[in-house]
């Protein structure tokens, strides 16, 4: 079965910066599309960042985040990277990562979290001011 494993969350100061790690394990990321999302208590799960193929790449990313984040990936080691620069405290939330058998998401499913066939447990990113 398809496994995905965060890591890289913690607490940081307002203005910092993480890379948070989705390791994944029973197959290869190379023919998924790959999404990161965040929930913040009482809120509702949103999309953060996503990468399809069809043909190119094609990356998303929410407007919060959009200049700040960067999402990517190492086929290699098959794991995917949210880098998150110039954080905020409105950042603070849990984030996951995200894996689906298609490549191909349109833009509206790349941004849904039901697209999504496979999810990890979430890693804590907590921001203060």
């Known amino acids: 079965q398809v496994q995905l494993v965060e890591s890289g969350g913690g607490l940081v100061q307002a203005g910092g910066s993480l890379r948070l790690s989705c390791a994944a394990s029973g197959r290869s990321i190379r023919s998924s599309a790959l999404g990161w999302f965040r929930q913040a208590p009482g809120k509702e799960r949103e999309f953060v960042a996503a990468m399809t193929w069809s043909g190119v790449v094609n990356i998303y990313y929410a407007d919060s985040v959009k200049g700040r984040f960067t999402i990517s990936k190492d086929n290699a080691k098959n794991t995917a990277y949210l880098q998150m620069n110039s954080l905020k405290p409105e950042d603070t939330a849990v984030y996951y990562c995200?894996?689906?058998?298609?490549?191909?998401?349109?833009?509206?499913?790349?941004?849904?979290?039901?697209?999504?066939?496979?999810w990890g447990q979430g890693t804590q990113v907590t921001v203060s001011s």
């Open positions: 995200a894996a689906g058998p298609r490549s191909t998401l349109t833009t509206t499913q790349a941004r849904t979290p039901g697209e999504y066939d496979y």
